[in-house]
């Protein structure tokens, strides 16, 4: 009798342990709970990007705020920085060139010319206005073309600006920078640079851009550069970009100058295309937007 109270004892409590056994949590193997821990990743790097969003935000609001005449934007064929029938190439121009540069990972875009006078300083800032009209694209313009200048009296911008002197390590690159709207900055130059070769092919101002770039983290560069046929500062400069856009005049820059010019840029950086400008003469399918609601 004795031995089978011993037995069933015995078997109760090996019964008894092995329901303690069976009530106690089963840990996740790393394979099933990787979802959840995928989730926790994701939200973690969505939070990351929020605080450098703001933190990116927070640094363009440290430059100086700029809002040209709108008279004198229209006067100098600006035109932009609002939605309208004529904004429509620049903002097609826009959309293929965010896509390309997105695509590829780029950030800095020199736009240069066979020679001058092509339109190449104006295209630079129609682009950069559409660009600021994307709530979401933070962009810089950087003047490079310091031997002739034209975008501080393009856009009405009579502020001390000289954007060569911070270029040339000769003063901090905020002071010579303004704000358009909140994320749009523009540096340019009231004056031409002296000895502006030497300067954009230096050492030093490859530096400050890259601090801007560090500092700043602008989604887009556009860096407008001298006239291939001016000099050597552009090819001299193509090492420090991404990709190039050309420039081209209607009726006035010749087949052999675009081709010639193409090569050259091919050679150093991607070049993504070349830009009929002064063009007279539209297909019909390019007027659209006068019948699209504008």
């Known amino acids: 009798m004795e031995r089978i109270q011993a037995a069933l004892?015995?078997?109760?409590?090996?019964?008894s342990g092995q329901q303690q056994h069976e009530n106690k949590p089963v840990p996740v193997s790393p394979v099933e709970n990787r979802d959840t821990r995928e989730d926790r990743e994701s939200e973690a790097l969505v939070l990351s990007s929020d605080m450098a969003l703001a933190d990116r935000e927070e640094a363009w609001k440290s430059i100086p705020a700029?809002?040209?005449?709108?008279?004198?934007?229209?006067?100098?064929?600006?035109i932009a920085h609002r939605a309208s029938?004529?904004?429509?190439?620049?903002d097609v121009m826009r959309t293929k060139l965010l896509h390309k540069m997105r695509k590829n990972k780029w950030t800095r875009v020199a736009i240069t010319s066979p020679s001058a006078r092509a339109g190449k300083t104006?295209?630079?800032?129609?682009?950069?206005?559409?660009?600021?009209?994307?709530?979401?694209?933070?962009?810089?313009?950087?003047?490079?073309?310091?031997r002739r200048p034209?975008?501080?009296?393009?856009?009405?911008?009579?502020?001390?600006?000289?954007?060569?002197r911070a270029l040339s390590g000769d003063a901090s690159p905020e002071k010579h920078m303004r704000r358009y709207g909140r994320n749009l900055i523009l540096g340019a130059n009231q004056t031409p640079a002296r000895n502006p070769a030497e300067l954009l092919q230096g050492a030093r101002a490859a530096h400050v851009i890259d601090e801007l770039e560090a500092q700043y983290r602008p989604d887009i560069i556009i860096l407008d550069t001298p006239p291939m046929?001016?000099?050597?500062?552009?090819?001299?400069?193509?090492?420090q970009v991404d990709c190039a856009l050309l420039i081209a005049e209607a009726e006035k820059t010749t087949i052999e100058e675009v081709d010639k010019c193409e090569q050259e840029l091919a050679s150093r950086t991607n070049v993504l295309g070349v830009i009929l400008n002064k063009c007279r003469y539209l297909d019909r399918h390019e007027e659209?937007?006068?019948?699209y609601g504008y």
């Open 229 to 239: 046929f001016a000099g050597d500062d552009t090819m001299a400069f193509l090492d």
């Open 85 to 90: 029938a004529a904004s429509v190439p620049y």
């Open 9 to 15: 004892k015995k078997a109760r409590e090996t019964r």
């Open 66 to 78: 700029f809002t040209p005449s709108e008279k004198v934007l229209d006067r100098n064929r600006l």
């Open 150 to 164: 034209a975008m501080a009296r393009s856009i009405g911008l009579k502020d001390d600006c000289q954007f060569s």
């Open 288 to 291: 659209y937007g006068k019948e």
């Open 122 to 146: 104006m295209t630079c800032l129609n682009l950069a206005f559409s660009l600021s009209r994307q709530s979401d694209v933070f962009s810089m313009l950087l003047e490079l073309d310091m």
